[in-house]
């Protein structure tokens, strides 16, 4: 998921609903349901546009670089929101959070050290339910309103069909390369219905639980996001509704993206920001 985005692939639909590979802790489930996160068929946007998207870089040893894994979305100026399949089995020690850049490899922006991670307790990694977990930083970030700013929490779960807006920086297509500048897609939201019955084909009914949202172009396809998006936003309303979770593939017409549910997770959302700050 490394492909460097170039104009052509406007045309390709963005995938946030695929998935991001599985950490090394993390329960193996069926390869197709592997999370694999990337907007696919998206536009080049500005970080001042989304001034809350921060890209989240791990290294996997002491003297390793620090490279991009997943997304976030700053809540305040010391947490930051993002998938706990990100961050399942890892150490806050091995992560720093990049925000204020719309580039995925460039030295600019803000870098910040994170002090603790706060998972969801009930995150069952087979089938991501409960995918929501808090970084906590080691120092705040700057935030100035331009090219970093906090997010507001949607409280209520948006309708069929509400326009919803994902961003990252993941692959432009199935097993292709990250894109090193910031991408958007626009897709409609999908009712937990209506996604239990095309997941269900395949899976059997009640795969799609409270704690999940799903967007996508139903019968068509094309727009979603996959590896390299998975943490990142989801808004409605310029609110974050969702977090990018996982998906079948990417941006197929009849499995729409699932992301974690953040109006369902709001109050464990709150309570623990409250608890670690």
Known sequence: MNRLFSLTLLLVGLTL????????????????????????????????????????????????????????SIYNEKVIITAAHCVNGRFAENYT?????SKRNTADGVVVRVEKIVMHEDYNGAVYTNDVALMILASPLPLNGITMAPVALATEVPPHGSKSVITGWGTTQSGGFASDQLLAVNVPIVSNE????YYAVSYGPGRITDSMLCAGVEGEGGKDACQGDSGGPLLVNGKLAGIVSWGRSCALGDYPGVY??????HDWIMTNIEANL
């Open 260 to 265: 974690a549910n953040v109006p369902y997770l």
């Open 194 to 197: 209506r996604c239990d019955d």
């Open 17 to 72: 609903a695929a998935s991001l590979p599985l950490n090394s802790n993390e329960v193996d489930i069926e390869p197709s349901l592997r999370l694999d996160g990337r907007i696919v068929g998206g536009y080049p946007v500005d970080i001042t546009n989304h001034p809350h998207q921060v890209s989240m870089r791990r290294r996997s040893c002491e003297t390793c670089p620090y490279t991009h894994s997943c997304g976030g």
């Open 97 to 101: 959070i990049v925000a204020g850049t």
